[in-house]
């Protein structure tokens, strides 16, 4: 397996710094490694954006490893790719199964909380639509997110609704995090019914509570990487009872992805969501060598 790293926005010949680990742990390990420019991505300059990186004499596989792009940006560049024989591990469709959250909620949905969506040009119209579509949670607590991402560090103002029914309250936050996404904000708004989870600790930053939380990563279905999510918290157990995530994650149309997991005050453990491999990000404490490991020897395995 070759892997394609984000160059750095200053020095398209050299790898992103917040990438610098792990392209480094992929040379090492022997695994080809080459630079993209996301920057040119984002352009719409798809001969600049893979410039560096070689035609190959036959189509080969390669995995991603970078910043998050909208899906319409990533199917610019996987066509770009492809005339060079390169071709991403996630199509343009299995990338946006794993990163816009309405896609994979069907294999997710007996595991993670209640959740309902809207895209915002309905929204546009008024908050009618979403009214309704909400009468599903009663007076529950939600959290308010889009296809990708929440605002969790703005609990209050901008992520979290003690009272579902409570549409004054429900504007203001909507509001509140539609105008602070603003143009990166991911296809819609999801609402999500709200579980407790088992603490750790506070950001401390934010004062944000940290869950006990793991990312798990899936290569082909099959379970390559468990990590603890969070660098800022201490983690005093394990987890276990893996299967019942493995066993979902074949529902997952995807090649590559990741499934974000908690325990819940009650003691159960709850599917946060699903993200696409490629840029689901090692948290800062994971060592990247085994992750690459288990890369390469499930790219072996396929081979024999």
């Known amino acids: 397996m070759k892997i394609l790293f984000c160059s750095d926005p200053l020095n398209r ?3 992103d710094r917040e990438y610098e680990h792990e392209y480094e742990c992929a040379r090492r390990l022997d695994m080809d490694a080459f630079l993209i420019s996301l920057e040119s991505v984002l352009a719409g300059n798809l001969t600049q954006a893979v410039k560096q990186v070689p035609t190959l004499e036959t189509p080969e596989r390669f995995i991603y490893r970078g910043w998050m792009m909208k899906p319409n940006e990533y199917e610019r560049l996987y066509h770009a790719l492809l005339m060079k024989n390169v071709i991403l591990i996630n199509s343009p469709a ?5 990163h816009y959250f309405p ?4 294999a997710i949905k007996e595991a993670t909380p209640h959740s309902i969506w ?3 040009e309905e929204l546009s119209q008024g908050f009618d639509a979403l009214f309704e579509k909400m009468r599903v949670f009663g007076n529950k607590p939600v959290i308010v997110k889009d296809y990708v991402k929440s605002r969790k560090h703005e609990w209050e103002e901008a992520c979290y609704i003690p009272d579902a029914s409570d549409k004054q309250r429900v504007q203001t936050v909507l509001r509140n995090f539609i105008d602070r996404q603003g143009s990166e904000l991911n296809g819609g708004v999801v609402i999500r019914e709200f579980v407790p989870l088992e603490q750790l600790a506070r950001h401390p930053k934010s004062g944000m509570p940290l869950s006990n ?5 899936f290569l082909d279905h099959r379970l390559i990487e468990c990590t603890e999510y969070w660098d800022e918290a201490v983690y005093e157990q394990n987890i276990s009872g893996l299967e019942t995530f493995t066993e979902l994650a074949k529902g997952v149309q995807s090649r590559f992805f990741t499934m ?7 003691g159960e453990w709850t599917v946060i969501e699903i993200g696409d491999g490629q840029v689901s990000g090692l948290p800062s404490h994971a060592a990247p060598e085994p992750f690459y490991r288990s890369i390469l020897n499930s790219d ?3 081979r024999r």
């Open 94 to 98: 299995e990338y946006r199964n794993g």
């Open 260 to 266: 974000d997991v908690a325990k819940t005050i009650n």
């Open 13 to 15: 010949k050299i790898v």
């Open 118 to 120: 809207l895209e915002i």
């Open 213 to 217: 939380e793991y990312r798990l990563f």
């Open 300 to 302: 072996v395995s396929r």
């Open 103 to 106: 896609y994979s909620y069907e």
